[in-house]
């Protein structure tokens, strides 16, 4: 039987950690395939799209800036796609492309790992309005939280989004994050606020309750200033790195035909490739 192919396509593309990932699970589960990172710059995007059955593809996943052109571009989309508008991974079915969106189930399927029970602990307060959220809010709804308060400092954003998803969804500006947290049970932050170079805190926890859980999609650095500030409260703390580990696991049963597991072992190789580039 012919190799499995499968890639990862962004632009840049040198820094993505799938290659290592999916390598990971090739290798674990002795699977002839391959997970390559294509570099393909915007202009040349529909082009590259129209190649992969040429190319012998079963799939890939897209990065930034692809996400909405593929959503654009691809025959059909799942649910998920539909509700967050981005596309990260594209498969064949029946010869017709597929594109899909895994990055509410890897953020839901993280949490499930580390903070079982999480849904269950609303209100959410999500910070933020950015592609990453709409993700998030997806995963939020789907897993019954009924009361979800994004804050972003353009209000319109907020709002926007609010009526996107509707019941349940509140939008709200930076100053109101105070009242926002004292009843919730949940704080997820979807900013750039406390990525590597961008150290500052994304917001205070210290008005949240002490049943709170709070989670960062930022993985790099694990802890990030809100992680810290959660930690020294107390407060029940999720990195966002099992959202990226998670977020892989549906596009390799895909194209590969095994379900993959996101274990200690695989988490320890990406920490050790994170610490190895700072």
């Given at each position: 039987?012919?190799?499995?192919?499968?890639?990862?396509?962004?632009?840049?593309i040198?820094?993505?950690?799938?290659?290592?990932?999916?390598?990971?699970?090739?290798?674990?589960?002795g699977?002839?395939?391959?997970?390559?990172?294509?570099?393909?710059?915007?202009?040349?995007?529909?082009?590259f799209?129209?190649?992969l059955?040429?190319?012998?593809?079963?799939?890939?996943n897209?990065?930034?800036?692809?996400?909405?052109?593929?959503?654009?571009?691809?025959?059909?989309?799942?649910d998920?796609?539909?509700?967050?508008?981005?596309v990260?991974?594209?498969?064949?079915?029946?010869?017709?492309?597929?594109?899909?969106n895994?990055?509410?189930h890897?953020?839901?399927?993280n949490?499930?790992?580390?903070?079982?029970?999480?849904a269950?602990?609303?209100?959410?307060?999500?910070?933020?309005?950015?592609?990453?959220?709409?993700?998030?809010?997806?995963?939020?709804?789907?897993?019954g939280?009924s009361d979800?308060?994004?804050?972003?400092?353009?209000?319109?954003?907020?709002?926007?989004?609010?009526?996107?998803?509707?019941?349940g969804?509140?939008?709200?500006?930076?100053?109101?994050t105070?009242?926002?947290?004292?009843?919730?049970?949940?704080?997820i932050n979807?900013?750039?606020?406390?990525?590597?170079?961008?150290?500052?805190?994304?917001?205070?926890?210290?008005?949240?309750?002490?049943?709170a859980?709070?989670t960062?999609?930022?993985?790099v650095?694990?802890?990030?200033?809100?992680?810290?500030?959660a930690?020294?409260r107390?407060?029940?703390?999720?990195?966002?790195?099992?959202?990226?580990?998670?977020?892989?696991?549906?596009g390799?049963?895909?194209?590969?035909?095994?379900?993959?597991?996101?274990?200690?072992?695989?988490?320890?190789?990406?920490?050790?490739?994170?610490?190895?580039?700072?």
């Open positions: 039987m012919a190799e499995k192919k499968a890639f990862v396509t962004g632009h840049p040198a820094h993505s950690r799938s290659p290592k990932i999916h390598g990971h699970w090739l290798e674990k589960y699977i002839d395939g391959s997970y390559r990172a294509i570099d393909v710059a915007p202009d040349g995007f529909a082009a799209l129209s190649t059955r040429d190319n012998s593809y079963s799939g890939g897209v990065t930034i800036p692809h996400k909405e052109a593929a959503f654009a571009l691809v025959d059909r989309r799942d998920a796609s539909e509700a967050i508008g981005a990260n991974t594209l498969w064949f079915e029946d010869g017709v492309l597929w594109g899909g895994t990055d509410g890897g953020f839901a399927a949490l499930d790992q580390r903070a079982p029970g999480w269950e602990n609303g209100p959410a307060v999500v910070l933020g309005a950015g592609g990453a959220c709409r993700a998030v809010i997806h995963a939020l709804v789907e897993r939280v979800i308060r994004i804050v972003n400092r353009t209000l319109a954003r907020a709002q926007e989004l609010a009526r996107r998803f509707g019941a969804v509140s939008a709200h500006g930076v100053e109101a105070g009242e926002l947290l004292a009843d919730a049970g949940l704080l979807t900013t750039a606020l406390g990525m590597h170079g961008n150290e500052a805190l994304a917001t205070d926890p210290a008005g949240l309750p002490d049943h859980i709070v960062d999609i930022v993985y650095p694990l802890e990030t200033p809100l992680l810290a500030a930690r020294a107390n407060l029940t703390t999720v990195d966002g790195l099992g959202m990226l580990l998670h977020q892989a696991v549906p390799f049963e895909r194209w590969f035909g095994i379900r993959p597991e996101v274990t200690a072992e695989l988490r320890q190789m990406i920490v050790t490739d994170i610490g190895a580039k700072q």
